[in-house]
């Protein structure tokens, strides 16, 4: 079956510009979740949906980033006003319900000038 | 909260012959989930093998397995017949019963000689 979908592959941007990712999880995953991946900090948690419940924020690093799952499937991650330091890898995952292992998609690789 | 080490930044072993990539953890939790993660220059993270804190057997998946030793806080991965495909990073990684979020090690990249 289809796995786990990001897109774009790559965006590169202008600091202070907004920009949008998206992650398609693997059908019928209920849990969807965002990393980071950066050279000096490695693999950083963002933020991680399951189901309907409230999502756990606790790893976003600052206001500008927000993220919101639409309808318990697709989930967009919005960086606003990006800063040199946001450019990484960001990499989505999803996973059955409880503690199963995670599936990754391909990333994107934000560049931030 | 909950950490995991990877001691090697960097490991190399000559096709067809055995590896085994090191990784400790700490956590305060009494069921975790331990997990090993390749990430090939595609950037694509796949699921190497997967531990379960309960059980006393060590995973094993083809020529992969793993050495669990749970009163030192230690899961190790072995690879069996190193193929050079199996070059990548490595990422040793932990959740809690929650599974909330993966706690992941600062990896070990692995390069095959011929």
């Known amino acids: 079956g289809a796995g786990v979908s990001q897109s774009p592959s790559n965006k590169v941007t202008e600091k202070g510009k907004d920009v949008e990712l998206r992650c398609d999880p693997i059908?019928?995953?209920?849990?969807l979740y965002w990393y980071r991946q950066s050279l000096g900090q490695g693999l950083e948690f963002l933020i991680y949906?399951?189901?309907?419940?409230?999502?756990?924020k606790s790893g976003l690093p600052s206001d500008r980033f927000s993220a919101e799952r639409t309808g318990g499937s697709v989930s967009t991650l919005t960086i606003q006003r990006t800063q040199q330091e946001d450019s990484a890898v960001y990499l989505c995952?999803?996973?059955?319900?409880?503690?199963?292992?995670?599936?990754f998609g391909p990333g994107t690789r934000l560049t931030v000038t | 909260a909950q950490t995991v080490t990877q001691s090697q930044p960097e490991m190399s072993v000559q096709e067809a012959e055995t590896v085994t990539l090191s990784c400790t953890y700490d956590?305060?939790?009494?069921?975790?989930?331990l997990f090993w993660y390749k990430q090939p220059p595609s950037r694509q993270m796949i699921l190497v093998i997967r531990?379960?804190?309960?059980?006393?057997q060590n995973a094993t998946e083809n020529r992969f397995s793993v050495n669990f030793q749970k009163a030192a806080k230690s899961f190790s991965l072995k690879i069996s017949d190193s193929q050079l495909g199996d070059a990548a990073m490595y990422f040793c990684?932990?959740?809690?019963?929650?599974?909330?979020?993966?706690?992941f090690g600062g990896g070990t990249r692995l390069m095959v000689k011929p």
């Open positions: 956590t305060s939790e009494s069921d975790y989930y």
């Open positions: 531990q379960e804190a309960y059980k006393q």
């Open positions: 995952a999803s996973s059955p319900q409880g503690p199963r292992e995670q599936y």
């Open positions: 059908s019928g995953h209920t849990a």
């Open positions: 949906f399951q189901g309907n419940s409230a999502p756990d």
């Open positions: 990684a932990l959740t809690n019963n929650a599974g909330n979020m993966l706690t």
